[in-house]
């Protein structure tokens, strides 16, 4: 069964202080692994698309890698603002159905 | 503005009422999605529609009905028959069915009391 599992459920940082968010998953077949960022109350928002083992993305604090049975979110001198709880997602190759994990939520104190 | 939209961002009904939350996309998406959202767990699939016309049921469809009359149009009925219908409900919309990422609305907050 294909699954997703991120971890830790909650981190908290201080500001400045870098860290990383895991993502597991078991699928036949990765077709298209997917990171959002999700704000109290509202939809998530896409952040990036990583395809294969050794991809990386990167935008402003944050950068994606991927590998065969794992992604990590790193955050690399977090600010307040990037508190939010971030989301990772799986489809399957030959599948339609996007798979998402109960998410990371990120608090960073000042 | 390209974007989804969903409405109203909160909606209270008593039981035994049927409701329908609006989703509209114009982003030209050919897919759509309707999940629901609790505390603690992941995005769960209610419905997709991947044309006009068709839609198929997701991993808790029991309780709810769509319609996909429009390209841009996706509005999900949740009925009577949803046994714990209080939930945050997303509607989101993708270029196709496979390997593109989903572009989410701002979502419906429903509460049933």
């Known amino acids: 069964e294909d699954q997703v599992t991120q971890s830790p459920e909650a981190l908290r940082l201080q500001e400045g202080e870098s860290s990383s968010l895991n993502c597991s998953y078991t699928?036949?077949?990765?077709?298209?692994l997917f990171w959002y960022r999700q704000d109290p109350g509202k939809g998530p928002e896409f952040l990036f698309t990583?395809?294969?083992a050794g991809e990386e993305k990167e935008k402003e604090r944050l950068k994606a890698t991927l590998t065969k049975k794992e992604s990590f979110l790193h955050i690399t001198a977090p600010k307040p603002e990037d508190s939010a709880t971030y989301l990772c997602?799986?489809?399957?190759?030959?599948?339609?159905?996007?798979?998402f994990g109960a998410g990371t939520r990120l608090f960073v104190k000042a | 503005d390209g974007g989804i939209t969903q409405s109203p961002k909160y909606l209270f009904r008593k039981e035994g009422q049927n409701v329908t939350l609006s989703c509209e996309q114009n982003?030209?998406?050919?897919?759509m999605y309707w999940y629901r959202q609790d505390p603690g767990q992941g995005l769960r699939l209610i419905y997709y529609?991947?044309?006009?016309?068709?839609?198929q049921k997701g991993d808790i469809a029991e309780g709810y009905s769509v319609s996909r009359e429009k390209k841009e149009s996706f509005p999900l009925t949740v009925t009577s028959a949803q046994k714990n219908p209080t939930a945050f409900y997303l509607c989101?919309?993708?270029?196709?069915?496979?390997?593109?990422?989903?572009?989410f609305g701002p979502g419906t907050r429903l509460t049933v009391t």
């Open positions: 989101a919309s993708s270029r196709g069915p496979q390997s593109y990422e989903q572009y």
């Open positions: 699928v036949s077949g990765l077709r298209g």
């Open positions: 990583l395809y294969s």
């Open positions: 997602a799986v489809q399957a190759a030959g599948g339609f159905k996007t798979i």
């Open positions: 982003l030209n998406h050919d897919a």
């Open positions: 529609s991947q044309i006009v016309n068709d839609f």
